[in-house]
């Protein structure tokens, strides 16, 4: 196939360009060179801003335009101006937060998605993050003829620049005792980004379209379990989990920020028990968490992502927040 990627050079857009040479298809990547022009030789590279820039795609044909950059509505409409057919499939990469909140357990693709007050905006937020995809996806729909909507859960793996599940691997690879942050038994799936970006490309060879989750495990696993099987993989023997309750933890201020994917500081309603039964029906395999774990530590130790600021907790404000939670009173 011949392919036409936006963006591509960081995590999921890399790994997928990886799978898809691997497999033997040819690629063209789309980006705007902050981040490197020479990691994949073979592709070809158009440097360049998708907001003003699509004219530089003029002359190329695809089999399937494959879209990791779309944030708001307005991008997907002028791919589609600007390429029309010549696009092939159009694949856009969503989220699981389009959903509206509250979600039943093991929800699937027809549940109810998020709708924003003010449909024009652009300002992209942890608040509009979800209706600003759900209104990507409804673009991609009225744009392109069965465009292919991939929404995976807290996508992990080797060169995840956002950090967060990154940051629990080092952290608790560092030892001695870890804030654990409750509730201990709120569901948690994550998709290892190997498993999305290697079942992405068998979907497009199969030529099919739709609207899949992309989720791991089912049933979910606790974010206690998680936890715990970080410590099974990279703990030394003196790591302890200290569970600190929710509510002492967001009135000292903490949030998904200082205890990044932390279950606690998302809104009450908001679950991670999407089915992926969908996905599975049509290849999706997925590996387990443990060598997902093993995998990110290994990968890096020998060449670190950078896990960028403010994401984690300072060690001294994890010491004295665990200080205070054992010094509380009415223990």
Not at 98 to 111: K, M, N, S, T
Not at 128 to 157: H, M
């Amino acid at each position: 196939m011949r392919i036409l990627v936006m963006g591509g050079t960081r995590f999921i857009g890399r790994h997928f360009v990886i799978a898809a040479e691997r497999r033997g298809h040819s690629v063209t990547l789309f980006h705007r060179g902050r981040h490197s022009t020479t990691l994949f030789p073979d592709a070809e590279q158009v440097i360049g801003d998708r907001d003003r820039d699509l004219g530089l795609l003029a002359d190329g044909t695809w089999d399937t335009t494959v879209d990791f950059s779309a944030y708001v509505p307005r991008q997907v409409r002028q791919v589609g101006a600007a390429l029309g057919e010549r696009s092939g499939r159009y694949v856009l990469l969503s989220s699981t937060a389009v959903y509206a909140p509250p979600q039943r357990y093991g929800f699937r693709e027809d549940a109810p998605l998020v709708a924003l007050s003010d449909p024009t905006t652009e300002d992209m937020t942890d608040e509009t993050y979800g209706g600003l995809k759900a209104l990507c996806e409804r673009a991609a729909s009225e744009t392109f003829s069965d465009p292919l909507i991939v929404r995976p859960t807290y996508v992990v793996g080797p060169l995840d620049y956002t950090g967060r599940f990154t940051w629990w691997v080092q952290r608790i690879a560092r030892g001695g005792e870890v804030l654990a942050p409750g509730p201990q038994d709120a569901l948690f799936q994550l998709i290892d980004v190997r498993d999305l970006t290697e079942w992405l490309v068998r979907m497009l060879e199969a030529g099919s379209g739709g609207t899949y989750h992309l989720a791991h495990p089912f049933p979910p696993v606790s974010f206690g379990t998680m936890l715990a099987d970080i410590v099974g993989v990279v703990g030394h023997d003196d790591v302890t989990l200290t569970w600190v309750d929710r509510e002492f933890l967001l009135a000292a201020g903490v949030d998904g920020t200082s205890l990044p994917l932390w279950p606690g500081a998302s809104p009450d309603g908001v679950l991670e028990a999407a089915d992926p039964a969908r996905a599975i029906g049509v290849g999706l395999v997925t590996r387990s968490l443990p060598e997902t774990i093993r995998d990110l530590y290994q990968h890096e130790c020998a060449s670190p992502t950078p896990v960028p600021e403010p994401v984690g907790m300072t060690p001294e404000a994890e010491t004295e927040l665990l200080q205070r939670w054992k010094a509380r009173p009415h223990r």
